[in-house]
């Protein structure tokens, strides 16, 4: 409040401006929720009287895997850098045009991987059914919407993303 510098924060950012298509990424949006699809979510859950929560990744693009390789200069100021070396980048960065797509790539596979199922009539919408409980998970971009009957499931999921994303 009085002008001093509380601290110092900085994000890499990749110059994704230089990416190729076709050489560098394939696909650069993510799908996300259709607007029925969320219409009906909120119908569900006035009409069944379901708990909803909700869930923002922090820095989400940052998850994902990369399954090209992208080569990136290193920033101008880093240490020990030798002249015409540049950095492997091995997970996204912000600003590279495919990152959400890597995201979204992650977080769907382990979703799988929990026994979710994702829709073909919508590739952002996920339910988790067992004997006892039916959970279901709408994802835009790093915002995930889980909705269902037990509480308790929706919060174990939520732990399950959170450990291991």
């Not at 230089?18 to 006035?46: N, S």
């Not at 895997?65 to 200069?73: F, G, K, R, T």
């Not at 880093?78 to 797509?101: E, F, M, P, R, W």
């Not at 279901?136 to 732990?159: A, R």
Request: glycine share 4%; aromatic share 10%.
């Amino acid at each position: 409040m009085d002008g001093t510098i509380e601290r110092y924060k900085a994000c890499l950012v990749v110059k994704g401006f230089t990416q190729l298509e076709g050489i560098d990424y394939l696909d650069i949006f993510p799908p996300v929720a259709k607007h029925t699809t969320i219409r009906l979510i909120l119908a569900l859950v006035a009409d069944k009287n379901l708990h909803l929560h909700q869930l923002d990744i922090d820095n989400a693009f940052l998850h994902g895997v990369l399954n090209e390789e992208v080569y990136m200069i290193p920033p101008p100021r880093l240490k020990d850098i030798k002249h015409n070396q540049v950095c492997k980048l091995t997970k996204s960065l912000y600003g590279l045009k495919h990152a959400s797509c890597q995201w979204f790539a992650k977080l769907s596979s382990f979703l799988i991987s929990i026994n979710c199922i994702q829709f073909q009539s919508d590739h952002s919408l996920f339910v988790k059914k067992t004997h006892t409980t039916f959970t279901t998970l709408v994802i835009y971009v790093d915002d995930i919407v889980l909705l269902g009957y037990s509480l308790k499931e929706i919060e174990n999921i939520k732990c399950q993303i959170l450990s291991r994303i």
